[in-house]
């Protein structure tokens, strides 16, 4: 009687184990030509060889194959907002009116639980079609877009990272009205999603702006609380929120300050954007180990600025890579690893294929302090594994004649590539296509 929680799949496997030196590395990755994963439980259980395992294989365990294709650990998207599916491609903003003129006016639908429901059932759908197996999504201040999202995620066994957003000034008061109520519902939906299955919670402040002194200090009194909990927030995306982020804190020393002086910075905390940053803020991050995320797509649409990668890198800051849906414009990490490489060159700077590709898989996980878990083909790591297709369109299959190697194809998937190349995505070892 073979075991059935026990199913293999077979393909060419890529996972890395470090990040990448630079172009070339060889030594950051493992690489099969035709191996097979054994998942048990939704667990990896076994990686080789397929001449290897296959022979060892229980008979008759159910075997999927994926002849030609690329298997890579599942995307993680460390920054998406899950109620903005419907504000993404919205014209004409820079982030102040963007956020005052769409993201505000959709984000007070989510009061409605039928709205948030169908919404993050679309949402789950989306990731999954791009590969995505694990996001940091911000919800709304309405704690039933959150549960909304936890609930749809825990029934798939998708690992969902998430938490409403919480405001309290300098927001419509549709969005203002749960906040005499937010830091208690956060706490209610920590006791109730945080560590439940797949589930974790991160403690939202939306930005600094939008609240008072007295409600970041009960969020960073939250996140004490709750050590494992996440963190995640925006930090230096623009030059106008910079600036009124001086008007509102004048006695801080920066952006960055604020958030250090109410206990929100930390290996935990993801700082979306980090663009327009003073060099006491740089150490800031490098110091309390913050991570600073990357959205590149977001940032060019937004027209907020170039994330300097180097910079960041050679002061030892975390870094992440994010789409940052709705400022972003694709759900897609191959398009966003496409924009970061072009965000790169603007400055004189590379992002090589493995760079990218760790970065979307291992690297986010690290940024996480997931990486035991997601992120990597290892024994013992969920089965999130994205199956990709660099010939999924006649372009790319007649640029793929002329490709030579392991990071030729990952380059042309990062630059040609989106949900097309998409073949299959498992989601704890079971098919989500
Ligand atoms: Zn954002």
């Not at 639908?109 to 429901?117: L, Q, W």
Request: charged residues 20%.
């Amino acid at each position: 009687m073979p075991d059935l929680s026990v199913r293999a799949i077979r393909g060419r496997l890529l996972s890395f184990l470090r990040a990448p030196r630079g172009a070339g590395d060889a030594e950051s990755y493992r690489y099969l030509e035709d191996g097979i994963v054994v998942v048990k439980d939704g667990r990896i259980d076994a990686v080789g060889a397929a001449a290897d395992l296959a022979a060892r294989l229980p008979a008759g365990t159910p075997m999927e194959q994926h002849p030609d294709a690329l298997i890579v650990p599942g995307f993680i998207d460390p920054h998406i907002h899950f109620p903005q599916t419907q504000v993404i491609a919205s014209y004409g903003a820079q982030l102040l009116d963007w956020l005052n003129r769409y993201t505000f006016i959709e984000e007070q639908k989510y009061a409605d639980p039928k709205h948030a429901a169908h919404n993050a059932e679309f949402f789950l759908d989306e990731l999954a079609r791009n590969g995505t197996t694990t996001a940091v999504a911000y919800c709304t201040a309405h704690p039933a877009s959150a549960e909304a999202l936890f609930a749809a995620a825990h029934n798939r066994n998708v690992g969902m990272i998430a938490g409403n957003a919480v405001m309290n000034r300098n927001a419509p008061p549709g969005l203002l009205a749960p906040a005499a109520t937010a830091i208690a519902d956060s706490r209610d939906l920590i006791r109730r999603w945080h560590g439940k299955g797949r589930q974790r919670y991160a403690v939202t402040p939306r930005f600094a702006i939008t609240s008072t002194d007295a409600q970041l200090a009960e969020l960073g009194a939250l996140l004490a609380e709750f050590p494992t909990c996440l963190m995640q927030t925006h930090l230096d995306e623009n030059l106008d929120e910079i600036a009124l982020i001086k008007k509102v804190f004048p006695n801080d020393a920066s952006y960055t300050a604020v958030y250090h002086r109410f206990g929100l910075l930390g290996p935990r905390s993801l700082m979306g954007h980090c663009i327009h940053l003073e060099e006491s803020e740089v150490a800031l991050l490098h110091d309390t180990r913050s991570v600073a995320v990357f959205c590149p797509t977001s940032n060019l649409f937004i027209g907020s600025g170039l994330f300097d990668y180097a910079r960041l890198k050679a002061a030892g800051v975390r870094i992440a890579l994010a789409t940052d849906v709705g400022g972003g414009t694709s759900y897609s990490m191959l398009r966003t690893a496409a924009e970061a490489y072009k965000v790169m060159q603007l400055q004189g700077q590379n992002l090589p294929a493995l760079s990218a590709f760790d970065l979307m898989t291992r690297g986010n996980a690290a940024a996480l302090g997931l990486e035991n878990e997601i992120g990597s083909i290892t024994p013992g790591a969920f089965a999130d594994l994205v199956v990709l297709d660099a010939r999924a369109t006649p372009a790319m299959a007649h640029r793929m004649e002329t490709i030579r190697d392991i990071e030729e194809e990952l380059f042309v998937l990062m630059t040609m590539g989106d949900d097309r190349a998409v073949r299959q995505t498992y989601i704890a070892g079971k098919p989500a296509l």
